[in-house]
């Protein structure tokens, strides 16, 4: 089955920049639409963005518009989450996630679509 590992977490000052990359395994990431989610504690998961396996279809949660960008190398079987101008309330765990798709152009925030999760990796946003 579909293994997916998050790198990429830390500590960053507001305003600053970090990437995030997701590796999957077993799979070839051609099979999956993809998307990142975040949880803060005490909070509900979240989806972040999403990416179809074209990679020409993708979408953003309001609160990270403009400041986001999620990607694909699908040659690589990675998938990557730029985030830049970061704030505060983007300190969260964030986790990679996989959902079978046969159309290429699909894409979906639900996370009850997604079908393979990675461990996550930590973002603190902190002065």
């Known amino acids: 089955q579909l293994q997916l590992v998050e790198s990429g977490g830390g500590l960053v000052q507001p305003g600053g920049s970090l990437r995030l990359s997701c590796a999957a395994s077993g799979f070839g990431l051609d099979y999956f639409a993809s998307g990142w989610f975040r949880q803060a504690p005490g909070k509900a998961r979240e989806g972040v963005s999403t990416i179809s396996i074209s990679g020409g279809s993708t979408d953003y949660a309001d609160s990270v518009k403009g400041r986001f960008t999620i990607s694909r190398d699908n040659a690589k079987n990675t998938v990557y989450l730029q985030m830049n101008s970061l704030k505060p309330e983007d300190s969260a765990v964030y986790y990679c996630?996989?959902?079978?798709?046969?159309?290429?152009?699909?894409?979906?925030?639900?996370?009850?679509?997604?079908?393979?999760w990675g461990q996550g990796t930590q973002v603190t946003v902190s002065s």
């Open positions: 996630a996989a959902a079978w798709a046969f159309d290429r152009s699909w894409y979906s925030l639900n996370l009850s679509d997604y079908n393979y």
